[in-house]
T-cell receptor
Framework: NAGVTQTPKFRVLKTGQSMTLLCAQD?????MYWYRQDPGMGLRLIHY???????AKGEVPDGYNVSRLKKQNFLLGLESAAPSQTSVYFC?????????????FGDGTRLSIL | KQEVTQIPAALSVPEGENLVLNCSFT??????LQWFRQDPGKGLTSLLL?????REQTSGRLNASLDKSSGRSTLYIAASQPGDSATYLC?????????????FGGGTRVLVKP
């Protein structure tokens, strides 16, 4: 049972490069989320989606774009990477619209911007 | 703006001792509160979810209490084991609408010594 799968697991980029992080879930969840985790800052919500074809901004959306073309996939893009975007990125998904079910997390993508 | 705080940031106990982890939040108007465990290099695993109408939730050796009026939740782990060593995070869900957007505390890193 895969759950939430994130690719890649590690990546090093140079400033100004672009890349896309992929999140895939096989639980038929409607809701998907992208977080970043930084020392001393905890997890912060970047963007989220309440269903296929929808996206919305979270707490720290600047510098990121997302797409949810298929229900099972949620993509996070960095158009022009900056050192401040060095972080661990987590994707999560949940089933319930009312928040009565917990979120399920992937193992993270560790991204370094040089 | 909701703020979630976990004190202490780190805790070390001998095996067999009971663990008490604290979580406080500034806005008592929450929908639910969730406790997670995070192992090094891994994602978050949901441990317990307490709805705002509940006072506590139990799962095996874990018990979480919620006092909305005082803005506090406590996670108790009975008879700690070395395998309980991990970082524990709490997160609050402000409402049940528009997705399960969580605000996280900074976590408490726990070390259980054999």
């Amino acid at each position: 049972n895969a759950g939430v799968t994130q690719t890649p697991k590690f990546r090093v980029l140079k400033t100004g490069q672009s890349m896309t992080l992929l999140c895939a879930q096989d639980m038929n969840h409607e809701y998907m989320y992208w977080y970043r985790q930084d020392p001393g800052m905890g997890l912060r919500l970047i963007h989220y989606s309440v269903g296929e074809g929808t996206t919305a901004k979270g707490e720290v959306p600047d510098g990121y774009n997302v797409s949810r073309l298929k229900k099972q996939n949620f993509l996070l893009g960095l158009e022009s990477a900056a050192p401040s975007q060095t972080s661990v990125y987590f994707c999560a998904s949940s089933y319930s619209a009312t928040g009565r079910q917990p979120q399920h997390f992937g193992d993270g993508t560790r991204l370094s911007i040089l | 703006k909701q703020e979630v705080t976990q004190i202490p940031a780190a805790l070390s106990v001998p095996e067999g001792e009971n663990l008490v982890l604290n979580c406080s939040f500034t806005d008592s108007a929450i929908y639910n509160l969730q406790w997670f465990r995070q192992d090094p290099g891994k994602g978050l695993t949901s441990l317990l979810l307490i709805q705002s109408s509940q006072r506590e939730q139990t799962s095996g050796r874990l018990n979480a209490s919620l006092d909305k009026s005082s803005g506090r939740s406590t996670l108790y782990i009975a008879a700690s084991q070395p395998g309980d060593s991990a970082t524990y995070l709490c997160a609050v869900n402000p409402n049940g609408a528009a997705g399960n957007k969580l605000t996280f505390g900074g976590g408490t890193r726990v070390l259980v010594k054999p």
